[in-house]
């Protein structure tokens, strides 16, 4: 099938989900009011790469010889990806970085979960196959995903096996055809406007032979019989457009998958009932160079728009005069500064793995960016609302604008800006700031990767400290003779101490 377009995705989401909002079924995201926004933004996605002046850019020539976006590639070699960076990149640039879950996310997911099937298939090579056969699939019919990996918050200190049984998604029946599933798992971000979910649970949490009906990785069709979707609150109302830019273009939608008695095929499953393979799944898979790419090449994207804001917004009243506040600005260029630099790292010092002749995105590189983001995006916002201030309340919406006799043009206008353009401009910015969508933006970058200080404290322990505490010992060793410093091993000669 190959590349599809923006129709032949839409048409796609018509097909008896159970995606539930406000009390009742929703039945076509294309069609929903709140939702239809977005379901045509991930259509111009799909549209995008049918562009034929882009079709290197965006696209290369499968195995199988039909075409596929970049983000599915399987890099062989630095320049490969390369090729998926800049591919990455060009979404990026259409959405101003605002869109995480665009489709080339999942893609770039889907490739490294198959191309783990050395690590799924350590105990069953079936399942490993299954893995490969699954990302195929994605790759062949250009599949929009989903995915579900966090167990529901209801208990976060007691193990699985002292709560409430199938909670979490979990095996309540293994037959010669498959599995029975009860339970659930979070967060299904984009999940009504997707056609499938790839789910496993988060690994960190499943360590006891007891909860290993719970160590369970498939890929299953968001309208499986037996599987139902409840959403959160809508946060676009449908305003116009001038009033809410950002929500009516970019409400991703987030929903709780919960199954009951549903049931799996083998061929859609990847792990079952296996603690030692689940709990590989995330550094086997490589998880973080792989995503991670998409998140940093977004964040530069999303970096730029977010100080072409802080200086236009800055501009519009003249207070970019003020030091202090070039000191904000300049804040925000460092980071914008630090994610392009981290985005060249982590494709030059890219790295191979062996286990399956693929080329990864350097790690250091992408786990420095996984890290900080969290902590950059909400200082990037605090920079927003210090140059907005009381701006941000004195918004008329389009309509208002419009009458006459208010003299808005008159109190309204920037330093160098008509009203309408100022007006619209500091629309932009509270929707990143103020508005419900902004405060979920926010929530998306200090938690969608995981929880940054655990994922932090994980960094630590796990880091190789080996070169980094000989220096130390090598500092304290005293002075001897005309040596002042002892000479590190690789740079001693034969005539020293
Ligand atoms: C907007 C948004 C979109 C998301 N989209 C997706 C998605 O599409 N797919 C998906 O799978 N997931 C998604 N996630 C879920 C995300 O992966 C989780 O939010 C993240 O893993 C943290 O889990 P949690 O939210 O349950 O927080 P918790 O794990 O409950 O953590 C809450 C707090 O408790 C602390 N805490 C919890 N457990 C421990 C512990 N064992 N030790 C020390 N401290 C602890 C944490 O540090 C944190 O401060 C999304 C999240 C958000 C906010």
């Known amino acids: 099938m190959g590349l599809r377009t923006g129709d032949e995705y839409l048409a796609g989401l018509r097909d008896g989900r159970q995606v539930w909002w406000d009390g009742r079924l929703v039945e076509d995201a294309a069609t929903e009011p709140g939702l239809r926004n977005t379901a045509l933004t991930v259509a111009q996605y799909y549209d995008f790469q049918h562009r034929l002046e882009l079709a290197d850019l965006l696209t290369y020539e499968t195995p199988d010889g039909d075409r596929a976006h970049l983000s599915f590639i399987e890099p062989r070699t630095i320049d490969e990806l390369r090729r998926r960076g800049a591919a990455f990149a060009a979404w990026a640039e259409v959405t101003g970085g605002l869109m995480g879950r665009a489709p080339d996310y999942m893609n770039a997911c889907m490739m490294a979960m198959g191309n783990a099937r050395h690590i799924w298939g ?248 996984l890290r900080l983001y969290p902590e950059v995006y909400p200082r990037i916002k605090e920079h927003l609302m210090q140059l907005g201030g009381g701006g941000y309340v004195s918004l008329p919406q389009e309509a208002t604008l419009e009458v006459a006799d208010l003299a808005i043009d008159k109190y309204y206008k920037g330093a160098t800006s008509e009203a309408k353009d100022k007006v619209a401009l500091f629309r932009l910015a509270w929707d990143i700031v103020g508005s419900s969508w902004g405060g979920r933006q926010e929530l998306y970058e200090r938690f969608f990767f995981g929880d940054s200080q655990r994922m932090k404290s994980l960094g630590y322990q796990f880091y190789d400290k080996t070169e980094a505490t000989e220096l130390v010992a090598r500092i304290l060793r005293p002075p001897q003779g005309r040596e002042r410093l002892a000479w590190p091993e690789q740079y001693r000669s034969a005539s020293d101490n």
């Not at 406007?193 to 909860?211: K, M, Y």
């Not at 990785?217 to 599987?227: D, R």
């Open 122 to 369: 350590k105990n069953d090579a079936r399942l490993g196959e299954n893995a490969y056969n699954i990302y195929l699939h994605c790759r062949r019919n250009d599949v929009c995903m989903t995915h579900t990996f966090v167990n529901p918050r209801v208990d976060r200190f007691a193990p699985l096996y002292e709560q409430d049984p199938y909670i979490n998604a979990g095996i309540v029946e293994t037959r010669s055809d498959g599995i029975v599933i009860s339970g659930a798992r979070m967060v299904g971000t984009l999940a009504p406007f997707c056609d499938e979910n790839l789910s496993f649970g988060a690994p960190l949490g499943i360590t006891d032979p007891r909860d290993s009906v719970y160590a369970l990785g498939f890929q299953c069709k968001v309208n499986m019989p037996g599987l139902k979707w409840i959403c959160r609150d809508k946060m676009d109302m449908e305003r116009p457009h001038y009033d809410t830019p950002l929500a009516t273009r970019f409400e991703e939608m987030d929903a709780i998958a919960v199954w009951e008695d549903a049931f799996v095929p083998w061929e859609d499953v990847f792990v079952a009932n296996d603690l030692e393979t689940h709990n590989l799944s995330l550094p086997g898979m490589k998880f973080m160079p792989s995503l991670g790419h998409h998140v940093l090449v977004k964040n530069v994207a999303k970096t730029r728009f977010l100080f072409g804001l802080a200086h236009l917004l800055a501009e519009s009243a003249q207070v970019s005069q003020f030091i202090n506040v070039q000191d904000r600005l300049g804040d925000i260029l460092m980071w914008l500064n630090t994610m392009e630099s981290l985005a060249i790292a982590a494709v030059e010092g890219a790295e191979l793995n062996p286990e399956n002749g693929l080329y990864y995105c350097n790690e250091g590189a992408i786990n420095a960016a």
